[in-house]
């Protein structure tokens, strides 16, 4: 009897350490996953390899991986974090963008202004959704850090996407003017000089992002 109960005892304690170690390795599959396809998505391009996820935080992951694409390899990388991804970029030929025939010696000496256009949609959609607190009257009821954060990976994304892949955003200050965070940041890149930029993440009552816009200098 008691041999049957040591047993099943060691067996729960095992069971115990792998739950958690299954959930992670999961939560893991889950955030590669959601970065293929939205790679997939934006860029028309699929046959990945060499993907990998590294934790950053509490159910926060840094994907990287490759596309293989006429026999080059080319990187591309997403944050994901709560289930959704945040950030994301490609560094190589694709079918939905034509940014491979721009002139290449333009893109250094353009001011880049980074503006969303879907921020009427996103607040109209925003306004359906959370009718009675989705107005600027409204505070927000998220911590600034929490505000600061999104807002980064958004200025990130739009960046590299807008501008370089290799955009490194480091947020220098920011304040919460309503339901806005704006502030200043400084761009680092792998093949530019560093940049300068001013910024404003628009957020819902929810604090939930609905728009970014930047200007760099």
Request: aromatic share 8%; with cysteine; proline share 2%.
């Amino acid at each position: 009897m008691n041999s049957k109960l040591s047993s099943r005892l060691a067996a729960a304690i095992i069971l115990g350490f792998l739950l958690p170690l299954n959930a992670m390795a999961s939560e893991e599959d889950r955030a590669m996953q959601l970065c293929e396809s939205k790679i997939r998505d934006v860029y028309g391009v699929s046959n990945f390899r060499h993907v990998s996820s590294e934790r950053e935080g509490n159910h926060k992951f840094l994907v990287n991986g490759k596309v293989k694409y006429d026999d080059h390899k080319y990187n591309f990388n997403c944050k994901v974090k709560h289930g959704e991804v945040r950030s994301y970029a490609y560094n190589g030929p694709h079918k939905r963008h034509q940014d491979d025939n721009d002139d290449a010696s333009n893109v250094g000496a353009v001011i880049a202004v980074g503006a969303g256009l879907a921020i009427l949609a996103a607040i109209a959609a925003s306004q359906s959704d959370d009718n009675d607190d989705s107005g600027q009257g409204s505070p927000l009821t998220v911590s600034k850090t929490v505000l600061e954060d999104d807002c980064h990976d958004t200025l990130q994304y739009r960046i590299r996407d807008e501008h370089d892949y290799s955009a490194r955003v480091n947020i220098k200050d920011s304040r919460v003017d309503g339901h806005d965070l704006v502030g200043n940041a400084r761009v680092k890149y792998d093949r530019e000089d560093p940049q300068h930029a001013t910024y404003t993440c628009h957020f819902d009552s929810r604090g939930r992002v609905l728009d970014s816009s930047y200007y760099l200098f």
